[in-house]
């Protein structure tokens, strides 16, 4: 079994910054890409940004310029460090991981962690 656990969510100001992190954990054999995902209140879920596991990164126009995604293999963690933060960037985060594990029998499998709240007032 795979689980995928979020921190660093919380309640900043706009223009403030916060870091999310995402550690995967079980019988992972290796992790292909990884990514944030968010969700507003009403809205779908939107792609935030993802990183391949040799770096490559991709970013929803809306956050480009202001977050960086980076992660560490050796500890399979995703992060998300979201500066100059907007009202719009309101939304509950969720962390993605494509991985290959003992359970799945090497299969590629797609999993979600819990999410983690942000808020940004004004």
């Known amino acids: 079994q795979v689980h995928l656990v979020e921190s660093g969510g919380g309640l900043v100001q706009a223009g403030g910054s916060l870091r999310l992190s995402c550690a995967a954990s079980g019988s992972i054999l290796s992790i292909n890409a990884m990514g944030w995902y968010r969700q507003a209140p009403g809205k779908q879920r939107e792609l935030v940004a993802t990183?391949?596991?040799?770096?490559?990164?991709n970013y929803a126009d809306s956050v480009k310029g202001r977050f960086t995604i980076s992660r560490d293999n050796a500890k399979n963690t995703v992060y998300l460090q979201m500066n100059s933060l907007k009202l719009e960037d309101t939304a509950v985060y969720y962390c993605?991981?494509?991985?290959?594990?003992?359970?799945?029998?090497?299969?590629?499998?797609?999993?979600w962690g819990q999410g983690t709240q942000v808020t940004v007032s004004s």
């Open positions: 990183i391949t596991s040799g770096g490559s990164t």
């Open positions: 993605n991981a494509e991985v290959r594990s003992v359970a799945t029998m090497g299969a590629l499998r797609n999993y």
